[in-house]
């Protein structure tokens, strides 16, 4: 099980990435992790950035190292990486690295409810987006491999294994679709039943009833 971190938004983590490089300021932070594409990596919300940073600070995650003032400009101040903070990000990449979890992304909630659409109707919104997906891993392959004659490998395994878990998915889409077109999927002559008639099939009503009664 996941530990609760006195910071848990994955924001913080990036944040703590990147200060352990050398101490920056709020704005230098965002600009850092915006080059390094970090936003592909975890979902990062950039207008809550600043709250991160205090609450690291509060911590003892972050500490001020200076502030100043150029002109006009607001004061900025320059925050380094605490013992703490290195230990807490070293223990939490050792956590995500070592300890699997079960994700819900938004296509397995949509797959979960598939059924509500005609079989039909589904087939072509799936193969729809195959075919987006197709396109998008061909650039990013193209981009991976471009990448890969300039920076080391071990800065690009992210990156790695996003595209093999989407080539996965693309995989798996195939072989759904296959079984839609050929009729072969298990099921899918009640499923047209159902949406000819509106009349749930008796096989489909009964599995309903013997989950309820297990719960």
């Known amino acids: ?19 352990v490089d050398r101490p920056m300021h709020p704005y230098e932070m965002a600009a850092v992790l915006r080059e390094r594409g970090k936003d592909q990596d975890m979902p990062i919300k950039w207008g809550s950035l600043y709250t991160v940073v205090r609450n690291l600070e509060r911590h003892g995650l972050l500490a001020a190292a200076e502030s100043g003032r150029q002109g006009r400009r607001p004061e900025r101040t320059v925050y380094r990486l605490t013992d703490a903070g290195r230990a807490e990000l070293e223990d939490w990449t050792r956590e995500l690295v070592a300890v699997p979890e079960r994700e819900s992304p938004r296509f ?30 061909a650039e990013e392959r193209a981009v991976l491999a471009r990448h890969a004659r300039e920076v080391p490998r071990l800065f690009l395994i992210e990156a790695e294994y996003d595209l093999a878990v989407r080539e996965a998915e693309a995989t798996w889409l195939r072989g759904l679709l296959d079984e839609l077109t050929t009729g072969s999927l298990p099921g899918l002559a009640q499923w047209r039943a159902w949406h000819a008639t509106g009349e749930v099939p008796a096989e ?12």
């Open 108 to 137: 397995t909630a949509g797959l979960s409810v598939l059924g509500v659409l005609p079989p039909d109707e589904a087939t072509a919104l799936l193969r729809q987006r195959l075919g987006r997906l197709e396109s998008q891993l």
């Open 1 to 19: 099980m996941a530990k609760r971190r006195p910071v848990g938004n994955l924001l913080a983590l990036a944040v703590l990435s990147v200060v």
């Open 204 to 215: 489909w009503t009964e599995l309903v009833e013997r989950g309820s009664e297990r719960a």
